[in-house]
């Protein structure tokens, strides 16, 4: 069974900083591309950075510059540092992973920024 599970969520202010983590139980996620995803209220949920097996990164460029994707598969956990965040972050961010054609979802954790 695979599970993917997030935490580092809160509450910040306009230009603080958060880091999610995703610890994935079941698989060893060097094996799968993983990402980050974000859905705010009212809105469809959006891409915001991925990893692929091969480490290779990419970004929404609206948190490009702001935003670090990173993993460590000897903890098989995957990170998302956030820094100069605004309050257009403010969103639950869900950690995803794609493995042999199959995608996983964690259950989220609220983003919440204020100005």
């Known amino acids: ?17 958060l880091k999610l983590s995703c610890a994935a139980s079941g698989y060893s996620f060097s094996r799968c591309a993983m990402g980050w995803y974000r859905q705010a209220p009212g809105k469809e949920r959006e891409r915001v950075s991925t990893i692929s097996s091969g480490g290779s990164t990419s970004y929404a ?22 820094n100069s965040l605004k309050t257009e972050d403010t969103a639950v961010y869900y950690c995803a992973a794609v493995c042999s054609g199959h995608n996983y ?3 989220g954790t609220q983003v919440t920024v204020s100005s």
């Open 105 to 107: 979802w964690g259950q």
């Open 1 to 17: 069974q695979i599970q993917l599970v997030e935490s580092g969520g809160g509450s910040v202010q306009a230009g603080g900083s």
């Open 61 to 82: 460029d609206s948190v490009k510059g702001r935003f670090t994707i990173s993993q460590d598969n000897a903890k098989n956990t995957l990170y998302l540092q956030m």
